[in-house]
């Protein structure tokens, strides 16, 4: 049987998913996926592909929580802005060291019409987040403010 990458879940006011992954970018690249599939209906066909590089570079990461955070608000903003979406992305690292948070991502986006959206977020939240290494992988939860 094959592991799910998330799982949508029920959230008394708000909403959120589980995710899952075998290591840490496959997590962070299944709670983006998850995170699209609350906010928009699957396109039936996807618009022109572009190539972008997202690199997150931040002082003052405690933890790999506030480096999710901040790449799942990267990629709201992008969706707020630009009307964009990310179809393939490939994680090339996430570090933490000395309280400094980095990632680097090369991604694939596509733009998305307005009648693609099902429902906004407003903001990723930490309320109840936690990644947890498991044997056989990772999982994690995070809530999202709608």
Same mark, same amino acid.
């Given at each position: 049987?094959?592991?799910?990458?998330?799982?949508?879940?029920?959230?008394?006011?708000?909403?959120?998913?589980?995710?899952?992954?075998?290591?840490?970018?496959?997590?962070? =690249?299944?709670?983006?996926?998850?995170?699209?599939?609350?906010?928009?209906?699957?396109?039936?066909?996807?618009?022109?592909?572009?190539?972008?590089?997202?690199?997150?570079?931040?002082?003052?990461?405690?933890? =790999?929580?506030?480096?999710?955070?901040?790449?799942?608000?990267?990629?709201?903003?992008?969706?707020?802005?630009?009307?964009?979406?990310?179809?393939?992305?490939? =994680?090339?690292?996430?570090?933490?060291?000395?309280?400094?948070?980095?990632?680097?991502?090369?991604?694939? *986006?596509?733009?998305?019409?307005?009648?693609?959206?099902?429902?906004?977020?407003?903001?990723?939240? *930490?309320?109840?987040? *936690?990644?947890?290494?498991?044997?056989?992988?990772?999982?994690?939860?995070? =809530?999202?403010?709608?």
């Amino acid at each position: 049987m094959k592991k799910p990458k998330y799982r949508i879940i029920d959230h008394p006011s708000d909403t959120g998913i589980d995710f899952f992954g075998k290591d840490l970018s496959e997590s962070f =690249i299944n709670a983006a996926r998850g995170m699209y599939s609350i906010m928009i209906e699957e396109p039936d066909y996807i618009l022109e592909k572009k190539e972008r590089a997202i690199e997150i570079d931040e002082k003052g990461i405690a933890c =790999i929580q506030d480096l999710l955070v901040l790449w799942l608000e990267r990629l709201l903003y992008d969706f707020d802005t630009d009307q964009v979406i990310y179809c393939d992305i490939d =994680i090339k690292e996430i570090r933490l060291e000395s309280g400094k948070g980095h990632m680097l991502a090369n991604c694939s *986006y596509t733009g998305i019409e307005p009648r693609m959206v099902k429902l906004g977020i407003k903001a990723v939240t *930490y309320q109840d987040l *936690y990644i947890k290494e498991y044997p056989g992988g990772y999982k994690g939860r995070v =809530i999202f403010d709608v």
